[in-house]
């Protein structure tokens, strides 16, 4: 039990354009999920928590109207990266809490051209 | 969330015990010590957690100082799937509105 899933797995997008990454919670309903970012040789770095139903709450230096998050039932969240920029080229996860406990998602690969 | 200390890179030969190190001398008495890993390009996994105890999974044991200033991570015969990075971190169990703080971890490559 507690799986979490990603999609896409893999994303290619030119710069300029938005993406948008799902998070889904398969066998549970998590009210919170959390978003991490993660570039090469790095560790994880918390982006933000999203609540559903509410504003997701972001961390310092993370810009809210560019990593868009929406947490529209208690199985799925979703973050959109808009104008994205060769920058934002990272490892995207998602983790869903049960419990008290974290469960990670399996990560994204958005590459920006 | 108190701060954790660990060495960044460990060996290991394949059918040994690992034993993974971290440092959390400032923990407080309601934090746990947690312990996740992260094999390259995946999500974290979690491992283990204990608050003075030691405690065993089917995965590993975590021997926790008497102080709690300290922990080991043991993998008791490692394999080379286990190469990885390992997180030790700590934080109030049960504390699902807060996100992790991951520190850099210990990359455990395991020699065949």
């Known amino acids: 039990g507690a799986v979490v899933s990603q999609h896409p797995s893999r994303v290619i997008c030119k710069s300029g354009t938005s993406v948008k990454i799902e998070c889904r919670s398969l066998d549970f309903q998590a009210t919170t999920m959390f978003w991490y970012r993660q570039f090469p040789k790095q560790s994880l770095m918390l982006m933000a928590t999203?609540?559903?139903?509410?504003?997701?709450?972001?961390e310092q230096g993370v810009e809210k109207d560019k990593f868009l998050i929406n947490h529209a039932s208690l199985t799925l969240s979703t973050l959109t990266v808009t104008s994205a920029h060769p920058e934002d080229s990272s490892f995207y996860i998602c983790s869903a809490s049960r419990a008290g406990e974290q469960y990670f998602g399996p990560g994204t690969r958005l590459t920006v051209t | 969330d108190a701060k954790t200390t660990q060495p960044p890179s460990m060996d290991c030969a394949e059918g040994r015990a690992a034993n993974l190190p971290c440092n959390h001398s400032t923990i407080s008495g309601n934090e746990y010590v947690y312990w996740y890993r992260q094999i390259h390009s995946q999500g974290p996994q979690y491992i283990i957690h204990g608050l003075k105890n030691n405690e065993t999974n089917e995965m590993a044991s975590l021997i926790i100082t008497e102080d709690r200033k300290s922990s080991t991570l043991i993998l008791p015969h490692a394999t080379l799937r286990d190469t990885a990075v390992y997180y030790c971190i700590v934080r109030v169990a049960r504390g699902g509105a807060d996100g992790l703080t991951f520190g850099k971890g210990t990359h455990l490559i395991i020699q065949p």
């Open positions: 999203s609540n559903e139903g509410s504003k997701a709450t972001y």
